[in-house]
């Protein structure tokens, strides 16, 4: 009886894309057991947009990308439903996920948030290592006790109001689709943390410009053992450690145009 009187809770399943085609699809039909799956793309050039479109399950909104944390504070405001499952278009929930996250939600000493463990992979076969063995975020939440701070643009951080827990099943991550994609959201990454840096006043250092990307490539290889994943833990690690040294060099250019546009406005 006590079933009865707890009304089942709903979920909405929020992503936001540009150019997933190639990833997106294995995401909606994944989620496709939430109330709402709702899609916040920024123009998509790809056809991301259309199939979105024409999907019977999806709401698809577009909206200008300013920056990741911006693109999904704009996404939350528009979930239907309290409970929210925030995915990137390259992450897969799993059928046992699936109920879990059901279990979850609808128990009445439930937290405020959980966090998700995340399986990567290379292309279609796992990353064991490489730094992501440890790899969590949070993933489900309340809405109406959470949101993302604005102090980051990039690696957004939720700030919950209440309890996390943590899921047993792993969310699945295809991290890596080719070479130019992964490399292309690195530089992406790192361009877009320069701007973080930039904004918080820190100063572009030639030390550590050359000191970062190599820690970064020895830490997530060697120490993080990402040489037991053979040549695709060299790539990740490679392309993680050229991300870094792309936040260098965008900071210094950002600095230059910055004196630069100082110079124009002196009398």
């Not at 959980?114 to 992501?132: A, H, T, V």
Request: charged share 25%; net charge positive.
């Amino acid at each position: 009886m006590a079933e009865l009187c707890t009304p089942k809770q709903k979920i909405s399943a929020l992503v936001i894309t540009y150019n997933e085609m190639g990833y997106i699809e294995k995401c909606i039909d994944s989620v496709s057991f939430a109330d709402e799956i709702l899609v916040v793309d920024s123009y998509s050039t790809d056809g991301t947009y259309e199939y979105l479109l024409n999907h019977p399950k999806v709401k698809v909104i577009q909206n200008p990308f300013e920056n990741f944390t911006a693109q999904k504070s704009f996404t939350l405001k528009q979930a239907a439903n309290d409970w929210v499952l925030f995915l990137d278009a390259d992450e897969v929930v799993t059928e046992s996920l699936q109920k879990e996250i059901l279990a979850t939600i609808n128990n009445p000493d439930a937290h405020e948030a959980y966090w998700f463990y995340r399986k990567f992979m290379f292309q279609n076969e796992p990353l064991n290592f490489s730094g992501w063995q440890t790899d969590k975020n949070y993933r489900l939440f309340r809405k109406s006790k959470a949101h993302f701070t604005d102090q980051k643009i990039v690696h957004e951080t939720l700030v919950v109001d209440g309890k996390s827990g943590i899921l047993k099943e792993k969310l699945i991550h295809f991290c890596y689709k080719n070479y130019e994609d992964y490399k292309g959201k690195m530089l992406k990454y790192g361009q877009l943390k320069a701007k973080e840096d930039f904004y918080k006043e820190k100063h572009f250092n030639y030390v550590l410009m050359t000191v970062k990307p190599v820690w970064k490539f020895f830490n997530h290889y060697i120490l993080r053992l990402g040489i037991l994943d053979g040549k695709k833990g060299w790539t990740i690690c490679y392309l993680n450690a050229l991300g870094v040294l792309e936040r260098f060099r965008e900071l210094k250019r950002l600095e230059k145009k910055n004196e630069l546009a100082y110079y124009l406005v002196m009398p």
